[in-house]
Structures are given as C-alpha cells and as structure tokens.
C-alpha cells in the first residue's frame, strides 16, 4: 500500500467543470474517462445540470467561493500532474478558475471551451466569452473548440481548411500554445478531421465518420482524453493522437440509452 504522495507513482487529473446527472458529459465523462486511462481523477464542480439524454433541463451554477474552494482544497494538499476546464458558465467563474490556475502554476492545462450543449441550452453566458479569452486561454497549453466554438472564439466563418488553419492562428495570438479544432462539425459526410498547431507546425487526424445518435459527451471525452494522457507524460501530438483514437472508439460504442442522444461509451 502506498502511504503519501511522494512514495505514489499514480499520475493524478482535475476536471474543472459542470455535471451531467445523466453520466454522459461534463464532470462524469471526465472521471470515467480518467479512471479508463488509469490516472487519478478529481473534481471541482462549477454547475450541477439537470440533464439527460434528451437535453439540458436546468442548471444550477456553483457559487464562486466553491469553485474557488474545491480548486484550492486539491491545490494545497493533493496537487495535479494536469487539469481541463469544461463547462464554467459564466464570467466571475471564469475569473476565479483562472486566479487559481495561476495561483498553482499547473502546467498542463486543458481548455475545452464548453458554450452549447447539442440540444441548444447554453452553457457559458454570452458575456463570458471575453473573459474566457482574456483571462483563462493565455493559461492553456492545450485549447480544444470544435467549429462553432473557435467561430465564436475568432470571429469567424470556418468554411474550409485553410480558414482552420487561419482560426488556429488566431487562437495561437491570444497566448494559447497548442490549438485543437475538432472536426466533427465540419460539412464533410465521410471523414472527420481535427487539426493540431503548435505555433509552428500544423498536423492532421483524419478518421471514418460514423452515423450515430448517441455521441453525447464527445468533447468531453476527448479533452479528458488529452488530458489523462499529459498527466502520465505524454506531449500534446501523442495526447492528441490518443484522444483521436479514443473517440473514435466511444463513438462507434456508443451506448443507446434513453429516449434521445445516448452517450459515446468512456471504456472503449
Ligand atoms: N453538460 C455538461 C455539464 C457539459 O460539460 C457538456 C459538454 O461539454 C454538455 C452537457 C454537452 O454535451 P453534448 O453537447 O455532447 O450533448
């Protein structure tokens, strides 16, 4: 049995963001996925939704002082090897998040900028966007928009590839030091490709689109993929690759559950 943090060699994850009491995204997409990946999970919580797999019924944001609170109670004994945010919902959460990210100077830290859930319920406030920008991206090493999302972060239409690779660019300028856009959305019926850059070099993964309802908690997963794996020491090509591969599997495993959009499975 190991007795204290030094003697454990177990890579430990934070996931900073919503829950989804139908166990299909946010914080329970987070842990699944960590606790597949064999890291250690642990959770702040910034909203609890009342949600399934027909959509987003209510939501319930977290006070700042808690959010604050859970971030430093892990802060302050346990530590983390990496972090992602996910949902954050409004500006002031935001603010407090990125004020504690700085306080621990977590290196890995991943973005998944949450805004819509797929059936439509907002999940950041308009007037947060600003300071998801301006505050909580400089402190990213990884982003990961999908289409709408790095339209919203840019200013944007993202039509083509190259308006991909011009939206990274973009991204890249705010200070985030790796951009992921998915591309699950884009209008390609065969393939889905996301693109990687690092500030110099831009890299591609190309899978099978799959045709399926039940691909609820996606990006989630992707971004926890991402982050599990930077937490046991992988670099952002290798984490991104990982994350590729994962989803792709969740998708196709995807679990139909309930009336409406199922979940992609976290043990693929
Ligand atoms: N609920 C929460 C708490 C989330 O964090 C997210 C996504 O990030 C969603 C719902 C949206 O899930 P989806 O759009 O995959 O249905």
């Given at each position: 049995?190991?007795?204290?943090?030094?003697?454990?060699?177990?890579?430990?994850?934070?996931?900073?963001?919503?829950?989804?009491?139908?166990?299909?995204?946010?914080?329970?997409?987070?842990?699944?996925?960590?606790?597949?990946?064999?890291?250690?999970g642990m959770s702040a919580l910034t909203a609890i939704t009342a949600q399934?797999?027909?959509?987003?019924?209510?939501?319930?944001?977290?006070?700042?002082?808690?959010?604050?609170?859970?971030?430093?109670?892990?802060?302050?004994?346990?530590?983390?090897?990496?972090?992602?945010?996910?949902?954050?919902?409004?500006?002031?959460?935001?603010?407090?998040?990125?004020?504690?990210?700085?306080?621990?100077?977590?290196?890995?830290?991943?973005?998944?900028?949450?805004?819509?859930?797929?059936?439509?319920?907002?999940?950041?406030?308009?007037?947060?966007?600003?300071?998801?920008?301006?505050?909580?991206?400089?402190?990213?090493?990884?982003?990961?928009?999908?289409?709408?999302?790095?339209?919203?972060?840019?200013?944007?239409?993202?039509?083509?590839?190259?308006?991909?690779?011009?939206?990274?660019?973009?991204?890249?300028?705010?200070?985030?030091?790796?951009?992921?856009?998915?591309?699950?959305?884009?209008?390609?019926?065969?393939?889905?490709?996301?693109?990687?850059?690092?500030?110099?070099?831009?890299?591609?993964?190309?899978?099978?689109?799959?045709?399926?309802?039940?691909?609820?908690?996606?990006?989630?997963?992707?971004?926890?993929?991402?982050?599990?794996?930077?937490?046991?020491?992988?670099?952002?090509?290798?984490?991104?690759?990982?994350?590729?591969?994962f989803i792709q599997a969740a998708i196709e495993d995807g679990i139909a559950?309930?009336?409406?959009?199922?979940?992609?499975?976290?043990?693929?």
């Amino acid at each position: 049995l190991k007795k204290s943090t030094e003697e454990c060699e177990m890579k430990k994850a934070l996931t900073i963001a919503g829950s989804d009491s139908g166990g299909g995204a946010g914080i329970q997409a987070d842990l699944k996925t960590f606790q597949e990946l064999e890291v250690y999970g642990m959770s702040a919580l910034t909203a609890i939704t009342a949600q399934n797999t027909l959509g987003v019924h209510a939501v319930y944001p977290m006070t700042v002082e808690a959010v604050a609170k859970q971030i430093e109670a892990i802060g302050h004994d346990i530590g983390t090897d990496a972090v992602k945010t996910g949902m954050l919902f409004s500006a002031e959460i935001i603010e407090a998040v990125s004020e504690q990210l700085e306080k621990y100077q977590w290196e890995n830290v991943v973005v998944d900028p949450v805004m819509i859930a797929k059936g439509g319920a907002s999940l950041l406030q308009q007037e947060a966007i600003l300071s998801m920008k301006k505050n909580l991206l400089p402190l990213a090493k990884v982003v990961t928009p999908n289409i709408p999302e790095a339209e919203v972060l840019t200013g944007m239409v993202i039509r083509t590839f190259e308006d991909k690779k011009e939206a990274a660019k973009r991204l890249y300028e705010i200070g985030v030091k790796n951009i992921v856009i998915k591309g699950g959305h884009d209008e390609n019926k065969s393939e889905s490709t996301d693109l990687l850059f690092d500030g110099a070099e831009f890299y591609t993964f190309t899978s099978k689109r799959i045709q399926t309802r039940n691909t609820h908690g996606t990006g989630c997963t992707f971004s926890a993929v991402i982050t599990a794996e930077l937490a046991k020491g992988s670099n952002v090509y290798q984490a991104v690759l990982s994350a590729k591969d994962f989803i792709q599997a969740a998708i196709e495993d995807g679990i139909a559950i309930g009336q409406g959009h199922g979940p992609t499975n976290h043990w693929a």
